[in-house]
């Protein structure tokens, strides 16, 4: 029998390990157990780390602890796509990593699944219409720093089509590692 395996990405700098509830509560909507991270997660340095954290449905298989560089984003390639599943944080990426194939110039994929804006491979997205800032309703992935910033009232979420992307006045992308970066300076292939 096939075995799930996941993983987290937990951003460490100080010593300290951010948003670290909205991962415990991640893992336990993935595998129902309630986990105290703090118990398994000790990182080596005060730097920036990216922790990946990698578990199945009865364990904590690794804790890795890695430099992080961000990575510059400033065009997307928008991917239709109509059957993915990307519920659950798989270590099993092959289906977003199919996807990103198809970037062409661009830095980062935009994917679409039935004509509404998802995610990127690497980062719950939003958007700012002028007055507020909006996330999808349906992402691939629901992300913890797209959990935290909903439940303090920072996003709203709403259906996303490619008309409302393209006049975004700008666009937002996050995750454990870069939280909620702006871009102001983007493009877009189609």
């Known amino acids: 029998m096939h075995k799930d395996i996941f993983f987290e990405t937990i951003r460490c700098e100080d010593y300290e ?3 670290i509830s909205f991962h415990e509560k991640r893992i336990a909507r993935t595998i129902g157990l309630n986990l105290n991270l703090r118990d398994y997660i000790y990182p080596p340095t005060n730097k920036l780390l990216r922790c990946k954290l990698i578990y199945d449905e009865s364990s904590i298989i690794s804790v890795e602890f890695f430099p992080y560089k961000k990575k510059i984003i400033n065009t997307f390639k928008i991917v239709r796509v ?12 092959k289906c977003l990593d199919k996807l990103f194939e198809k970037k062409q110039n661009a830095n980062e994929i935009i994917i679409v699944k039935d004509n509404l804006v998802t995610d ?15 996330t999808p309703k349906k992402p691939l992935l629901l992300g ?5 910033l909903i439940q303090n009232g920072s996003l ?35």
């Open 156 to 190: 709203i979420e709403k259906d996303i089509d490619i008309n409302m992307l393209k006049t975004a006045k700008k666009i937002g992308l996050m995750n454990a590692m870069i939280d909620f970066d702006i871009l102001e300076d983007y493009s877009f292939l189609l």
């Open 144 to 148: 913890t720093t797209r959990d935290r």
């Open 17 to 19: 390990l951010f948003n």
């Open 120 to 134: 990127t491979s690497i980062a719950n997205i939003a958007i700012f219409d002028g007055d507020n800032w909006l």
């Open 82 to 93: 109509e059957d993915i599943d990307y519920s659950k944080k798989f270590l099993n990426r």
